[in-house]
T-cell receptor, first 116, second 115 residues
Framework: GAGVSQSPSNKVTEKGKDVELRCDPI?????LYWYRQSLGQGLEFLIY????????KSGLPSDRFSAERTGGSVSTLTIQRTQQEDSAVYLC??????????????FGPGTRLTVT | AQSVAQPEDQVNVAEGNPLTVKCTYS??????LFWYVQYPNRGLQFLLK??????LVKGSYGFEAEFNKSQTSFHLKKPSALVSDSALYFC?????????????FGRGTQLTVWP
């Protein structure tokens, strides 16, 4: 079956511009996660959506970052007034949550964002 | 607070030799532990997980990991390394008692297997 897809695969933007990154999770997966991977760094958690519950936004680094998930499926991560330190690979993951929530997360290929 | 440490940024091993990639964790409740692999310009791929039961977990591509509660470790192992195993490996943990699904990742270990 289809995996997690993300678009665009690469995005180059000028400092100060807004960008939108899209994630299509695996069909039937109720949980969706955004992470950021910077060069030489591990994965930094950004935000987590689970069904109709309020999202866990505890990882968003500033109020310039926001995300939404429409219809329990597609998610968009928006970065306003981009800064050079926002340059990173943004990874989306989804998982099927049931029972104890032990299910693994499946990752998309990522969007490489470069802010010039 | 949850956290993961991967003490080695790089691991180098000759093809055919056994490999170990180390991971230690800190979690307040029962740990759910995961290993992921990332090939260049690709997303992360799930390798294996420990939730409960047998401490030795077997996963994809011949990898296995051993959960050690007393040492709070979850080292990744493979008896005989392949050049194609060269990649970036991430260990991750979440608190099994938490309703929050986020994973806490280590910084990653770059594995290089030379011919």
């Amino acid at each position: 079956g289809a995996g997690v897809s993300q678009s665009p695969s690469n995005k180059v933007t000028e400092k100060g511009k807004d960008v939108e990154l899209r994630c299509d999770p695996i069909s039937g997966h109720t949980a969706l996660y955004w992470y950021r991977q910077s060069l030489g760094q591990g994965l930094e958690f950004l935000i987590y959506f689970q069904g109709n519950s309020a999202p866990d936004k505890s990882g968003l680094p500033s109020d310039r970052f926001s995300a939404e998930r429409t219809g329990g499926s597609v998610s968009t991560l928006t970065i306003q007034r981009t800064q050079q330190e926002d340059s990173a690979v943004y990874l989306c993951a989804s998982s099927r949550i049931r029972g104890s929530g032990s299910n693994e997360q499946y990752f998309g290929p990522g969007t490489r964002l470069t802010v010039t | 607070a949850q956290s993961v440490a991967q003490p080695e940024d790089q691991v180098n091993v000759a093809e055919g030799n056994p490999l170990t990639v180390k991971c230690t964790y800190s979690v307040s409740g029962n740990p759910y532990l995961f290993w992921y692999v990332q090939y260049p310009n690709r997303g992360l791929q799930f390798l294996l997980k420990y939730i409960t039961g047998d401490n030795l977990v077997k996963g994809s591509y011949g990898f296995e990991a051993e959960f050690n509660k007393s040492q709070t470790s979850f080292h990744l192992k493979k008896p005989s390394a392949l050049v194609s195993d060269s990649a970036l490996y991430f260990c991750a943990v979440r608190d099994g008692g938490s309703t929050l699904g986020r994973l806490y990742f280590g910084r990653g270990t770059q594995l290089t297997v030379w011919p």
